[in-house]
């Protein structure tokens, strides 16, 4: 199994990025995804996941600004990231797990600032 994460960038506080993270390998329907964060000097804290069932989980940091989904596929997996702040920088990761192996993607840097 292989992830590929990509859409991080620099963007301003209040302003918006969408992540992506493509799954490739044999992935079970009920495989979960999810996306971590790690900002220098931190450890790496779960931001969002998603079941193969459509169960979804939110950090308190998430809610209502973060908005998870998947693809039909269940292949590729989304973070919408709205009324992002200077405290959302940091490298965000994707992962899965699936058939009991967890998957670590490379992350990708989100930057919010001026």
């Known amino acids: 199994v292989q992830l590929q994460a990509s859409g991080g960038g620099l963007v301003q506080p209040g302003g918006s990025l969408r992540l992506s993270c493509a799954a490739s390998?044999?992935?079970?329907?009920?495989?979960?995804m999810g996306w971590y964060r790690q900002a220098p000097g931190k450890q790496r804290d779960l931001v969002a996941l998603i079941t193969g069932g459509g169960y979804i989980n939110y950090a308190d940091s998430a809610k209502g600004r973060f908005t998870i989904s998947r693809d039909n596929t269940k292949t590729i997996m989304y973070l919408q990231m709205n009324s992002l702040k200077p405290e959302d920088t940091a490298v965000y990761y994707c992962?899965?797990?699936?058939?009991?192996?967890?998957?670590w993607g490379k992350g990708t840097q989100v930057t919010v600032s001026s």
């Open positions: 390998g044999s992935i079970s329907s009920a495989a979960v």
């Open positions: 992962t899965l797990v699936t058939n009991d192996m967890v998957y």
